[in-house]
């Protein structure tokens, strides 16, 4: 029970890899609480024990986060947050227009920063804290056909490396984890928008997605829960700016 008394948030935490989080999260000890968009699909991951309180809230928005998680952090500040919440579309550049790209900043980028801002000062303040942003292999390199939730990553990537710098004195830490393509929702989604457009199956598109992985498989969303349990540890002080990749050796 190593995160025993400390309080979690994490965004986009009913399904998937933030439910995998939360859930990793609750079993070390920590109180978690989840946020996201779809009240019922939170209040499902809640009765399954994969968090202690939840609350509907669009991570895009910066007033409604702020009050949000000001009533979630009612009975004891928060000591983690995992921004997780995050979205991709697809398509050639030539058919992304600025609309696309300020939609996939807006969830990638301005929902990590939202997640953030409103728990840094108290975790300054108490002299401990982890920030993690789930991030992607598309915060380090480009991938055709998703320039706009490349650059999005890639931004919250750098987010995270200056802000680790702001914070390097103050006992909290600020990383990224960024995996390759894993069993989640949007994946799912990815299949099935190759399959509609190319009319090739749903297992030849999927090899398709993890061909570059040279273990030839999906990440585990449970494998990324424990990266960023280890970095909310009591042995991660030093771990801070870094980008973990998990990508079964891509690059």
Same mark, same amino acid.
């Given at each position: 029970?190593?995160? @025993?008394?400390?309080?979690?948030?994490?965004?986009? %935490? /009913?399904?998937?890899? /933030?439910? =995998?989080?939360?859930?990793?999260?609750?079993?070390?000890?920590?109180?978690?609480?989840?946020? %996201?968009?779809?009240?019922?699909?939170?209040?499902?991951?809640?009765?399954?024990?994969?968090?202690?309180? &939840? @609350?509907?809230?669009?991570?895009?928005?910066?007033? =409604?986060?702020? +009050?949000?998680?000001?009533?979630?952090? =009612?009975?004891?500040? &928060?000591?983690?947050?995992?921004?997780?919440? %995050?979205? !991709?579309?697809?398509?050639?550049?030539?058919?992304?227009?600025?609309?696309?790209?300020?939609?996939?900043?807006?969830?990638?980028?301005?929902? +990590?920063?939202? @997640? &953030?801002?409103?728990?840094?000062?108290?975790? !300054?303040?108490?002299?401990?804290?982890?920030?993690?942003? #789930?991030?992607? $292999?598309?915060?380090?390199?480009?991938?055709?056909?998703?320039?706009?939730? !490349?650059?999005? *990553?890639?931004?919250?990537?750098?987010?995270?490396?200056?802000?680790?710098?702001? $914070?390097?004195?103050? /006992?909290? +830490?600020?990383?990224?984890?960024?995996?390759?393509?894993?069993?989640?929702?949007?994946?799912?989604?990815?299949?099935?928008?190759?399959?509609? *457009? +190319? /009319? #090739?199956?749903?297992?030849? =598109?999927?090899?398709?997605?993890? *061909?570059?992985?040279?273990?030839? *498989?999906? #990440?585990?969303?449970?494998? #990324?829960?424990?990266?960023?349990?280890?970095?909310?540890?009591?042995?991660?002080?030093?771990?801070?700016?870094?980008?973990?990749?998990?990508?079964?050796?891509?690059?």
């Amino acid at each position: 029970m190593v995160l @025993a008394g400390r309080h979690a948030v994490v965004t986009g %935490g /009913g399904r998937g890899i /933030g439910r =995998a989080v939360a859930a990793a999260l609750r079993a070390a000890g920590a109180r978690v609480s989840i946020v %996201g968009r779809d009240a019922g699909v939170l209040a499902e991951a809640a009765a399954a024990g994969a968090a202690d309180a &939840f @609350a509907a809230c669009d991570v895009r928005d910066e007033a =409604a986060m702020a +009050t949000c998680l000001a009533e979630l952090a =009612a009975s004891r500040p &928060f000591d983690i947050v995992v921004a997780n919440a %995050g979205a !991709v579309e697809t398509g050639p550049f030539q058919r992304s227009d600025a609309e696309r790209f300020r939609r996939m900043h807006e969830i990638n980028l301005i929902g +990590t920063i939202n @997640a &953030f801002h409103p728990a840094l000062p108290g975790m !300054v303040a108490r002299g401990h804290g982890r920030l993690i942003a #789930i991030a992607s $292999t598309a915060g380090h390199r480009g991938y055709p056909y998703v320039s706009a939730y !490349v650059a999005a *990553k890639h931004a919250v990537v750098g987010l995270v490396r200056s802000l680790a710098l702001e $914070t390097a004195k103050s /006992g909290v +830490t600020v990383n990224a984890v960024c995996p390759g393509y894993t069993q989640t929702d949007m994946v799912a989604d990815s299949v099935a928008a190759i399959t509609a *457009k +190319t /009319g #090739i199956s749903k297992e030849q =598109a999927l090899a398709e997605l993890v *061909k570059a992985n040279p273990q030839g *498989k999906l #990440i585990s969303p449970d494998e #990324i829960a424990q990266a960023v349990l280890h970095l909310c540890g009591p042995n991660s002080g030093s771990i801070t700016g870094q980008s973990l990749l998990i990508n079964g050796g891509e690059f």
